[in-house]
């Protein structure tokens, strides 16, 4: 685990995980945040893990612009600690840029 700044009232936290499914297994820096219900992964990981889509899910952005993303499930396991099957968002190229999430 590693932490992006120092200030000690507010900053961003990310863990390395690996996240699999199947036989394939595919390394990540996800940035932690407490009060999410899904992960979101980058397009170039679920292609590269052969995730297809089990649903549709509408989100409400932060500036109130409504998107419709594709969910799956993937196993995260965190190194060391543990790994769990978990809901994830297939990501578009678009919300690479988004810090609106």
Do not use: Q
Not at 37 to 49: G, M
């Amino acid at each position: 685990m590693w932490w992006a700044g120092r200030n000690s009232e507010m900053s961003l936290v990310y863990v390395d995980a690996v996240v699999k499914h199947g036989s394939k297994a595919v390394p990540v820096r996800l940035l932690v945040d407490s009060g999410a219900t899904y992960t979101v992964l980058r397009r170039d990981v679920w292609e590269r893990l052969g995730l297809k889509p089990k649903r549709e899910v509408e989100f409400i952005l932060v500036d109130g612009t409504v998107i419709r993303r594709a969910i799956s499930e993937a196993i995260i396991e965190l190194p060391g600690y543990w790994e769990y099957t978990s809901p994830v968002v297939l990501g578009e190229s678009e919300d690479e840029t988004c810090s609106a999430w």
